[in-house]
């Protein structure tokens, strides 16, 4: 059911560098915005600081992501830290994460400046990176983590651990940690369940085990996993298909609820969720 909210008034448009194509659209949207009684309305690409000062001094009501899976992804980065909810406006390919598309943006953008529109809660993991008693690097992440083997095709073993205690132990080419929200990403290419969106679920799923356990896990809201890491040649972590990060031998990788949540815009019931999904398992 879509409760009556207080209209927001203040834009930006974000769109990816690798899509100079989308700009064009971004400018229309903005005009349309205007005509319906915006007060403000910017565009950038998504990784502009002008983006990022604009969400940190709360000068928008709401961040619209034009693109795909990846625009919309970077966007709830941004904005996770202040609570600004994210519109995704598919214009790529894929757009899991993304309601609406161009043939239905104008009706959408009068439901969102009358308030006619709901708000989906996103959950994130918050990710450590650890050497013995040393922090090497932290994420927050909405789609998941992966402890993988690098450029050598041979398996790695990973010890998966929930609270201290020996969940499973891997040997395969990585285990992925995963949101409901990423079990439409990298966990559903390698067979894992697809989750609905709003559950507070830590998903693990190991990517081409050898021998070992193969099934994926579902744990709580409140569990803590720890993936530590035991190979004699490369692994990587890689949080949201970020850049990786090289792991040691014994390096471990811990993984709970992150304190942030990402608010997504929505104008459908709830079911919105698997007719978009089946629309594109059937391409």
Not at 51 to 69: H, K, P, R, T
Not at 103 to 109: H, I, K, Q, T, W
């Amino acid at each position: 059911m879509i409760m009556k909210k207080t209209p927001p008034r203040r834009f930006a448009i974000a769109t990816h560098p690798s899509q100079p194509q989308v700009i064009e659209g971004a400018q229309d949207l903005a005009e349309r915005l205007f005509t319906l009684g915006a007060e403000s309305v910017a565009v950038h690409t998504i990784y502009e600081p002008a983006l990022s000062q604009a969400v940190s001094n709360a000068e928008i009501d709401v961040l619209i992501a034009l693109g795909g899976d990846g625009t919309m992804l970077r966007a709830g980065h941004l904005v996770a830290p202040t609570g600004i909810p994210v519109l995704g406006i598919n214009r790529g390919r894929f757009g899991f994460l993304m309601e609406i598309d161009e043939v239905d943006c104008l009706a959408r953008m009068e439901q969102l400046l009358r308030g006619e529109y709901r708000l989906e809660d996103r959950m994130m993991l918050h990710v450590v990176h650890q050497r013995g008693d040393e922090v090497l690097g932290e994420w927050d992440v909405l789609n998941e983590v992966v402890v993988c083997r690098g450029r050598y095709v041979r398996p790695i073993q990973v010890k998966a651990s929930l609270d201290g205690y020996l969940l499973a132990s891997y040997v395969a080419d990585g285990v992925i940690a995963a949101t409901a929200t990423g079990s439409t990403a990298y966990a559903l290419a390698v067979g894992g369940p697809i989750m609905p969106p709003e559950l507070r679920n830590i998903l693990i799923v190991p990517v081409a085990p050898h021998l070992s356990f193969d099934r994926s896990t579902i744990l709580a809201e409140g569990a803590r996993v720890t993936l530590a890491v035991n190979t004699n040649h490369e692994a990587v972590l890689s949080a949201d298909g970020q850049s990786p990060v090289f792991l040691k031998d014994g390096d471990a990788v811990d993984v709970f609820a992150s304190e942030y949540t990402i608010n997504f815009v929505r104008f459908q019931d709830h079911g919105y969720f698997y007719r978009n999904l089946h629309k594109y398992m059937e391409q």
